[in-house]
C-alpha cells in the first residue's frame, strides 16, 4: 500500500492493516529503520507493578511448572496441614 506523508509528518495506517493487527486509537507502535526500510511494530505496555511475571527468571519458572503439570509431577492436598507436612518430609 502507498501512503502519503500529511501535514506535521502524519500517515495513516490503512483501516485493513488496523483491523488485521487489532490496532486502537491510543495504541503504542514502535518505529526502527531497517536496510533504508521504516518498520512499524505494535506493542503493548505493561504495569510497573506486574512487571516482574514478565522477567526471564519468571518466565522461565513458568514454563518449568507448566511441564510439571503436564508431566503429572504435582501432588493435590485437602488443606493447609497437609500441605506443610508434606513440605516437611
Known sequence: MIL?????F???????IRKRLGLHIGDILETR???????????KTIDAEQA???TKEWQTAEK????????????KF?????????LDK
Open 4 to 8: 502519503q506523508i500529511r501535514q506535521n
Open 10 to 16: 502524519q500517515i495513516t495506517l490503512p483501516a485493513s
Open 33 to 43: 529503520l531497517k536496510d533504508d526500510k521504516i518498520v512499524i511494530i505494535p506493542k
Open 52 to 54: 516482574w511475571f514478565w
Open 64 to 75: 518449568e511448572a507448566e511441564a510439571d503439570i503436564k508431566a503429572g509431577r504435582v501432588k
Open 78 to 86: 485437602k488443606t493447609a496441614e497437609e500441605l506443610i507436612k508434606d
